[in-house]
């Protein structure tokens, strides 16, 4: 019978192919009565909430999952250069790529990239336990960045409910500068949310949102363009 790979077991052995392989009121009291006008206040509180692209991760005929991976893009990143087509090389991650974010914090992007597949029960808490668990933060030529590597930080629980993603997390961040913060923020919110589909997620750390820890305010979700 073909074996195939466990969360667990792959660490060391798939390093490199698994990496390689995202209501208010208007002060209006004359549109009280059903069927007034919209409330602009509240279309714009929604559309805040960028929708994503990406879809649900499925699962293979032999129970595997191919995890979706969120890291630091590279310094001077251009998207146009990148392509899903592109031959496989070990040393060049981009080539499997599937979706990057908008621009954030130090002028930073999100990479979505995606694991060979492995057996697991829950993608997005593997997806993130393999991204902190790693012993590297820099992968590939050009450089892709996982500051989670370098953190301290322990995945407990994620939940989902609807179009909203939250991550429990125990352990302290690590991070040195606000530039990182951005980064191990965001890189938590894209994994999740690729993971799971959602358009929004809440990060949590000891029972408090992750981003008042870092001393973040904007949590605005990042828009999250597919590649294909």
């Known amino acids: ?96 790529q599937v979706a990057r974010t908008e621009m954030f914090g130090c002028q930073d992007y999100i990479s979505v990239m995606h694991s060979v597949p492995m057996v697991t029960e829950n993608p997005t808490e593997s997806a993130l336990e393999y991204l902190i668990s790693m012993d590297t933060s820099q992968h590939g030529s050009p450089a892709f960045l996982n500051p989670l590597a370098s953190s301290g930080l322990e995945v407990t629980g994620v939940e989902q409910d609807n179009d909203t993603v939250t991550v429990n997390l125990t352990g302290f961040a690590g991070s040195t500068d606000q530039c990182q913060s951005w980064q191990i923020l965001k890189q938590i919110e894209t994994t999740a949310r690729a993971a799971t589909g959602a358009q929004q997620a809440d990060i949590v750390l000891d029972d408090v949102p992750l981003a008042a820890q870092l001393g973040l305010e904007d949590t605005t979700p990042l828009t999250i363009h597919s590649l294909d």
């Open 1 to 96: 019978m073909t074996s195939v790979p466990t969360f667990r077991g792959v660490f060391s052995a798939f390093a490199v192919l698994a990496l390689f392989g995202l209501s208010a009121c208007n002060g209006d009291s004359g549109d009280d009565d059903a069927g007034g006008a919209p409330d602009p206040a509240q279309e714009a509180a929604e559309e805040e909430i960028p929708d994503n692209p990406l879809p649900e991760p499925e699962f293979g005929d032999d129970e595997t999952v191919a995890l979706p991976l969120g890291l630091v893009s590279p310094p001077g990143y251009d998207w146009e250069i990148y392509s899903s087509d592109d031959e496989f090389q070990p040393d060049q991650p981009h080539s499997h």
